[in-house]
């Protein structure tokens, strides 16, 4: 009589090894999609924190802005310095690095500014792709955006409208978070 045979084949072996692979590797692409989608969550998270930072920044900088022939509000696309006046006055601007992407905030003393002093600068917020700054003006009776703010008269603009532009998880198409500021002691000049 001979003794049954007992333990695996090799086509049996090689099928559970198989089907043993098939389902680690189903397991190990389930977690890595869902990592990659927690990273560029997280990404995008922290470029909208740090968006919310700067717009609170520059509200409540702008809305103590006041007109002053020592420091003239001036702007352009990419960056704008005004006079605040809180506890004294003060030069205050938002600028934008594109080589670092990031938005810095300088502040100089009255002092600082008449000696040409550097002030204090701070990184405000990175990885952005754009960072834009556009004027109200009044054409008639609507309310048109300029790339520009002449400095001229010692007038502050009555609104200036920021606009953030960064790319989520790398993705195609640029994000832009938008927020507009209005200054109380702003003027709506004409179109000239």
């Given amino acids: 009589m001979s003794k049954p045979r007992t333990g695996f084949t090799f086509i049996e072996l090689l099928v559970s090894m198989l089907i043993f692979s098939i ?28 968006a919310r ?4 920044s520059i509200s409540r ?28 006055l003060f030069k205050v601007s938002y600028e934008f690095n594109g080589s670092e992407n990031a ?4 502040v100089q003393t009255y002092k600082e500014n008449a000696s040409g002093e550097p002030g204090v600068r701070s990184r405000l ?6 960072f834009q700054l556009q004027y109200s003006y009044k054409n008639g009776e609507k309310i048109e955006w300029r790339d520009a703010w002449q ?4 007038i502050v603009p009555f609104a200036v409208k920021v606009s953030l532009t960064y790319n989520p998880g790398g993705e195609t198409q640029p994000a832009v978070i938008s ?11 004409e179109e000239q």
């Fill in 23 to 50: 389902v680690a590797l189903s397991i190990y692409l389930s977690f890595n999609v869902g990592i990659s989608a927690w990273r560029k969550g997280e990404e995008g998270y922290k470029i909208r924190q740090g």
């Fill in 53 to 56: 930072y700067l717009f609170s």
């Fill in 61 to 88: 900088e702008m809305r103590n802005a006041v007109a002053s022939k020592e420091i003239m509000f001036s702007g352009g696309a990419d960056g704008v310095s005004f006079c605040k006046a809180a506890n004294g």
């Fill in 103 to 106: 938005v810095y905030k300088v």
């Fill in 125 to 130: 917020v990175s990885g952005l792709s754009g």
């Fill in 151 to 154: 400095e001229q008269e010692n």
């Fill in 179 to 189: 927020q507009t500021v209005v200054i109380p002691t702003g003027v709506l000049k």
